[in-house]
């Protein structure tokens, strides 16, 4: 069984488009985060949810929205997408925000033309 | 704020030698932790090894161990007995004591080590 799965693992959609990340945990983990790496290999925070609550919001376009609909999974929703926006976007669950231990998804390739 | 700094963006090392990757940080924080995570081609994040800075003793797992120095912010990955699945790009990632907004991991920039026969 997949403890941190994300869909789709690749996305190819062009500028201006909105596209949606799904990200689902099994291990009844009340923690979860979006991270993303860029071309550089680069990785960084974007939202933290606990018990679908929005913990942690860094500096990001607010073209970017997270929704948690329960606690098992985060998605993320992405406006009016630009070529910058390309990137890898992981998912990621800890038991709490308390908890060290993060488990990440397998990521998905967002590629923007 | 936190910063974490890896000042090789390539390490090679031949198959069965030991190999080791630097890592720096900089925080005004006296309870936190450390990790090396792995991502090898399949990009797939692999947790490695993790410290707890109020513990004194280096962590091990198998072959790869730390030398983590609180004075001095340093917090090094040895990897013993190299194999080609080593293979990887190998982030060092620092995370605060606290919960919530703390509970963020913040990565340094990544050393690729290359395993060679």
């Known amino acids: 069984d997949t403890a941190v799965s994300q869909t789709p693992k690749y996305l190819v959609t062009q500028m201006g488009n909105d596209k949606s990340i799904k990200c689902e945990q099994n291990?009844?983990?009340?923690?979860m985060y979006w991270y993303k790496q860029d071309s550089k290999k680069f990785l960084k925070i974007m939202f933290s949810?606990?018990?679908?609550?929005?913990?942690i919001n860094e500096t990001v376009p607010n073209r970017f929205s997270p929704k948690s609909p329960d606690k098992a999974h985060l998605n993320l929703h992405i406006n009016s997408l630009e070529l910058g926006d390309s990137a890898v976007y992981f998912c990621?669950?800890?038991?709490?925000?308390?908890?060290?231990?993060?488990?990440f998804g397998p990521g998905t390739r967002l590629t923007v033309t | 704020a936190q910063t974490v700094t890896q000042s090789q963006p390539e390490m090679s090392v031949q198959e069965a030698e030991t190999v080791t990757l630097s890592c720096t940080y900089d925080?005004?924080?006296?309870?936190?932790?450390l990790f090396w995570y792995k991502q090898p081609p399949s990009r797939q994040m692999i947790l490695v090894i993790r410290?707890?800075?109020?513990?004194?003793q280096n962590a091990t797992e198998n072959r790869f161990s730390v030398n983590f120095q609180k004075a001095a912010k340093s917090f090094s990955l040895k990897i013993s007995d190299s194999q080609l699945g080593d293979a990887a790009m190998y982030f060092c990632?620092?995370?605060?004591?606290?919960?919530?907004?703390?509970?963020?991991?913040?990565f340094g920039t990544g050393t690729r080590l290359q395993v060679t026969l």
């Open positions: 990621a669950s800890s038991q709490s925000s308390v908890t060290y231990e993060q488990y």
């Open positions: 291990l009844g983990h009340d923690t």
């Open positions: 949810y606990n018990n679908k609550e929005l913990i």
């Open positions: 925080t005004s924080e006296s309870d936190y932790y």
């Open positions: 410290q707890e800075a109020y513990k004194q």
């Open positions: 990632a620092y995370r605060g004591g606290w919960s919530g907004t703390a509970s963020k991991l913040t």
